[in-house]
């Protein structure tokens, strides 16, 4: 790759992806940098349509704080299109911020990442950018795929008018969490930049720079900074699977897993963040990322390697399973035709994403048992919910029909049901006022908190059976508390 010998001055930047990443990433850049001119691409004509609504209650991700953002930077230095081609023509630096999912076949199935869409952009890069162009790597990618991005911009043939083609590849992965995404970009707790031609970094950093402290910005090269963001995602599940599992040893033993998480996060070499017990991880990115690094560690010879991430998924798995049985079981061991209420169905609170959350398995596996379920979340649609819980059967119509509903009440998760089991940690569940809904359900009744935001002491002299993650102190089996 020939080597540019001064930082260019980015006055045009394109992003291809507008997704959970693209969008708001691109919004906070937009907002910070009003002299430079941000076009979002996307191949899929309905989200980018939702992109530019007026009703930014039809935005295709919800985030705290990203409307404000929209309404100050959408068309004055902020586009979404389709016209990726153009877009692409007319920047300096490219972002490539595509999805990247585990494979479903051939080598690496199941848990190599497929990177289908990162070539494909890699290639319209190569054949459409124009001059010297930074092209930088958003999505989560495995180790040494700027290898392939470069090979693919050095070999693709040029139409002949364009000879003057240079490009740098640089690594600058993405560590914002969905529902804190606008927070997390303003404030992130380091940018990470990674990159053998310095003036390739020189010019991403003086965009960064303009808000985020330079001691901050950490410049790695490249190969670290790929792996870098694959164990920062792995060390995040893995502190969840960990202290899932003793949750359920609390559950055991008589001892409350709460205390035991600020016990042991009062050491500040363990440190007191992301210990919260729950239904186990979800979201697009932990589950695909593990995988990744499993696989490229059996890839690399190291079997050992590979098996001790793989433990952090299968964990997370039982887990889910786990709480599913446990219902089940408190129920009498048969959920045949009865009625549970689902509270939340996005795999966290202040998202509506439901990738990889943990209310599809455990709505699943209710439903197998033969409950009926009543779902609430207030930002997953109904279409969405559809495709988790049916995504192949072709008389789902019916099915969903018979065996769950979504509905916008959440008095109504509570009507007539056997048990409500809270998913998803919304601020309006914390808000519940028991007495009401309790009298509402079909005794005996049970509430299944797998996010300890209950406070038992509310549910005092009602008639009803109460589970709480990792709480063994609760004896409530067929006890009222
Ligand atoms: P997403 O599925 O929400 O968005 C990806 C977008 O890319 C989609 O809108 C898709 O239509 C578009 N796309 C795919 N191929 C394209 C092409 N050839 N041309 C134009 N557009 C194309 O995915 P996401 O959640 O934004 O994640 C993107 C990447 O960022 C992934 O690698 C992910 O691991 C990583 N990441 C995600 C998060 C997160 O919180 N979601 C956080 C950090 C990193
Ligand atoms: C995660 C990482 O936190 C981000 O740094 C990273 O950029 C992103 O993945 C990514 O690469 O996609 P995200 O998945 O949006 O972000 O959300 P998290 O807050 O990490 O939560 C992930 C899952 O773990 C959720 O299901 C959440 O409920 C669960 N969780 C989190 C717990 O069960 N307990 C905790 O203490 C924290």
């Known amino acids: 790759m020939n080597e540019i010998k001064k930082t260019i001055a980015i006055k045009r930047i394109c992003c291809i992806g507008a997704g959970y990443v693209g969008g708001p990433t691109m919004a906070v850049i937009a ?3 009003p002299d430079i001119k941000i076009d979002v691409v996307d191949i899929n004509e309905k989200k980018v349509e939702k992109w530019n609504s ?16 929209l309404k100050r930077c959408r068309g004055r230095n902020l586009t979404f299109s389709n016209e990726i081609e ?18 479903h076949s051939g080598i690496g199935k199941g848990k190599a990442s497929d990177l289908k869409w990162v070539e494909e952009c890699a290639r319209k890069v190569a054949q459409f950018a124009e001059g010297y162009t930074i092209v930088v790597e958003k999505s989560t990618l495995p180790v040494r795929t700027a290898e392939v991005i470069k090979s693919i911009l050095e070999r693709t043939e040029y139409p002949k008018s364009s000879n003057s083609k240079i490009f740098d590849v640089l690594s600058n992965p993405e560590f914002l969490s969905e529902g804190s995404a606008i927070n997390d970009l303003e404030n992130p707790d380091r940018v990470l930049i990674g990159g053998d031609n ?9 965009i960064y720079k303009r808000w985020v402290p330079e001691e901050k910005i950490l410049r790695t090269n490249i190969w670290s900074s790929e792996l870098a963001k694959l164990t920062s995602n792995a060390f995040l599940a893995q502190r969840i699977s960990s202290i899932n599992s003793i949750s359920a040893l609390c559950e055991a033993t008589g001892a409350d897993i709460r205390e035991v998480s600020r016990a042991i996060g009062s050491d500040k070499r363990i440190g007191s963040e992301f210990l919260n017990s729950g239904p186990g991880f979800g979201g697009s990115c932990f589950k695909k990322d593990i ?30 399973h786990r709480i599913s049985r446990l219902i089940t079981k408190k129920l009498f061991g048969t959920l045949s035709d009865k009625k549970i209420g689902i509270l939340g169905f996005a795999f966290k609170a202040n998202t509506n994403d439901t990738r990889e959350s943990s209310a599809i398995q455990i709505c699943k596996d209710l439903i197998e048992e033969g409950a009926i379920l009543s779902i609430h979340d207030p930002k997953v649609s109904e279409e969405q919910i559809f495709n988790d819980l049916n995504p192949m059967n072709k008389n789902a119509k019916n099915h969903k029909i018979s065996r769950w509903k979504l509905v916008d009440n959440i008095k109504d998760t509570f009507y ?30 049970w509430v299944f908190d797998t996010r300890s935001i209950v406070d038992k002491n509310k549910l005092k002299n009602l008639k009803l059976n109460f589970w709480q993650i990792g ?3 609760i004896k409530t089996e067929n006890n009222f508390l």
């Open 86 to 103: 153009n877009k692409i023509s007319k920047a300096d630096m490219i972002f490539i911020s595509v999805n990247t999912p585990t494979k």
């Open 54 to 69: 007026s009703d930014f209650q039809l935005l295709p991700v919800y985030e705290p704080g990203l409307e404000e953002i």
């Open 471 to 473: 709480n063994g102190a």
């Open 416 to 445: 007539q049901a056997d048990a409500v089991v809270i998913i998803t940690e919304w601020e309006d569940y914390k808000e519940i006022e028991w007495g009401e809904t309790v009298n509402l359900m079909r005794s005996p009744s």
């Open 291 to 320: 995988l990744n690094l499993v696989y490229l560690s059996e890839h690399f010879g190291l079997p050992e390697v590979a098996d001790f991430w793989e433990s952090v998924v299968r964990l997370n798995k039982w887990h889910q």
């Open 198 to 206: 310095s003036y390739a970094v020189e010019s991403l950093i003086s």
């Open 31 to 33: 907002d910070k940098c």
